[in-house]
């Protein structure tokens, strides 16, 4: 099946810096979509973009399917921004394969 | 709109035991999945409903779990008996099943913290 690598595992941040989480997959997907996590552990959908890109307030995401990876920006990051981060992909309709994460803290 | 409803939050057994989880998907979501998430790790997927029939289960551990979702609606997981390494949190979640190509959203529930000693 397809492998998903997510990196950093893990990243702290100062409140108001911004950062940039990676998804690697090992082979052609026709779903990517990006995930938070948040510390009472609900699944909340950010983005679904298996190409191109999208912004929605202080996040955006990219994704270049031709070179199999995916970006997730966030930008002046908030305290309610800490949690873990998961990348999930599918080649196929609905079954979704999910990353390892990235564990995102912001300090205040 | 009401959201995916999982009972119960936490649950602590002795291994060897029986244990239950319910789902409640959205209202009108007809695909209905179930997910394993061992701390630390991200979710993975155990089955599949489409309305009542099954979609896939390749990764349910068919010897000692099962689920059903009879009239297509709720569903029920089942660990018998449990093992140590059971423990996870089962994170239901539901989408509406739109025609191939269109995004089809997963929602997901609180999940079920499970605790096997």
């Known amino acids: 099946g397809i492998q998903v690598e997510q990196s950093p595992p893990d990243l702290i941040l100062q409140e108001g810096a911004n950062s940039t989480l990676r998804c690697n997959f090992s082979?052609?997907?026709?779903?990517l979509q990006w995930f938070h996590q948040n510390p009472w552990g609900q699944l909340i959908n950010l983005f679904y973009i298996p190409s191109g890109t999208k912004q929605n307030g202080r996040l955006s995401a990219t994704t270049v399917a031709t070179e199999r990876y995916s970006l997730l920006y966030i930008s002046s990051s908030q305290t309610t921004d800490s949690g873990v981060y998961f990348c999930?992909?599918?080649?196929?309709?609905?079954?979704?394969?999910f990353g390892s994460g990235t564990q995102l803290t912001v300090l205040p | 709109e009401a959201g995916v409803a999982q009972s119960p939050r936490y649950k602590i057994i002795e291994k060897r035991q029986s244990v239950a989880f319910w789902c409640n998907p959205i209202?009108?979501?007809?695909?209905l999945y179930w997910y394993q998430q061992i701390l630390g790790q991200g979710p993975k997927l155990l089955i599949q409903?489409?309305?009542?029939?099954?979609?896939?289960d390749s990764q349910l551990p068919k010897d000692r779990f099962s689920a059903e979702r009879l009239k297509g609606v709720d569903s029920t997981l089942k660990i018998q008996p449990a093992k140590l390494e059971d423990s996870a949190v089962y994170l239901c979640a539901s989408s509406l099943a739109v025609p191939s190509g269109i995004p089809d959203t997963q929602y997901f529930g609180p999940g079920t913290r499970l605790t096997v000693l």
């Open positions: 209202s009108g979501h007809a695909t």
């Open positions: 999930a992909v599918s080649d196929s309709a609905r079954q979704l394969t």
């Open positions: 082979d052609s997907v026709n779903n």
């Open positions: 409903f489409q309305n009542n029939g099954v979609v896939d």
